[in-house]
């Protein structure tokens, strides 16, 4: 078994939204592996980091992933730190990769001054663009395709993302 689509990209991406419209154009299931986290730590993902530590999370996310790439066969989106681990990335590999690229206005005003967003807490417009700048080396390492969400609608996104599945 493996997901028909990885949805990978930074917070504000369009992730979950579009996760829902392409899963529900297939007549598929999403999952979201945050969701999946918070689900078996029995807390939300601000809280774990709080409580626990980021390391705690990113263990617990390394897990998570693991186990929906090999359980799951519809849409899957991966909370946006999980391309940060080179062992997500190499299991990455062997799945169709769909990189949801945002630019940084486009992020800010999707996030705003979200709270269930541990690593955007302070300052959220600076920590986005750092994250972005991060991490965007390591979505286009995985990614299979790109796609452009900023200035565009959910199913303007969903039905580019559907093209390429």
Same mark, same amino acid.
């Given at each position: 078994?493996?997901?028909?689509?990885?949805?990978?990209?930074?917070?504000?991406?369009?992730?979950?939204?579009?996760?829902?419209?392409?899963?529900?154009?297939?007549?598929?299931?999403?999952?979201?592996?945050?969701?999946?986290?918070?689900?078996?730590?029995?807390?939300?993902?601000?809280?774990?980091?709080i409580d626990d530590g980021e390391p705690?999370?990113?263990?617990m996310e390394r897990e998570a992933v693991?186990?929906?790439?090999?359980?799951?066969?519809?849409?899957?989106?991966?909370?946006?730190?999980?391309?940060? %681990? =080179?062992?997500? @990335?190499?299991? *990455?590999?062997?799945?169709?990769?769909?990189? $949801? +690229?945002?630019?940084? #206005? %486009? =992020?800010?005003? @999707?996030?705003? *001054?979200?709270?269930?967003?541990?690593?955007? $807490? +302070?300052?959220?417009? #600076?920590?986005?663009?750092?994250?972005?700048?991060?991490?965007?080396?390591?979505?286009?390492?995985?990614?299979?395709?790109?796609?452009?969400?900023?200035?565009?609608?959910?199913?303007?996104?969903?039905?580019?993302?559907?093209?390429?599945?």
């Amino acid at each position: 078994m493996s997901p028909r689509v990885v949805l990978v990209g930074p917070p504000g991406a369009g992730k979950s939204s579009v996760g829902r419209r392409v899963a529900a154009h297939l007549g598929m299931r999403l999952r979201d592996t945050d969701t999946d986290i918070e689900r078996l730590a029995g807390k939300a993902i601000t809280e774990i980091f709080i409580d626990d530590g980021e390391p705690a999370f990113r263990q617990m996310e390394r897990e998570a992933v693991s186990a929906a790439l090999a359980e799951h066969d519809g849409v899957l989106s991966l909370g946006g730190g999980a391309v940060g %681990d =080179a062992g997500i @990335r190499a299991e *990455l590999g062997r799945h169709h990769v769909v990189f $949801l +690229d945002v630019g940084l #206005a %486009d =992020a800010v005003s @999707r996030v705003g *001054l979200n709270k269930d967003r541990p690593l955007l $807490l +302070d300052s959220p417009r #600076a920590q986005l663009k750092r994250l972005l700048d991060e991490r965007r080396p390591l979505y286009e390492e995985v990614a299979t395709v790109t796609v452009v969400t900023s200035g565009r609608s959910i199913d303007e996104v969903a039905q580019e993302v559907i093209a390429h599945v």
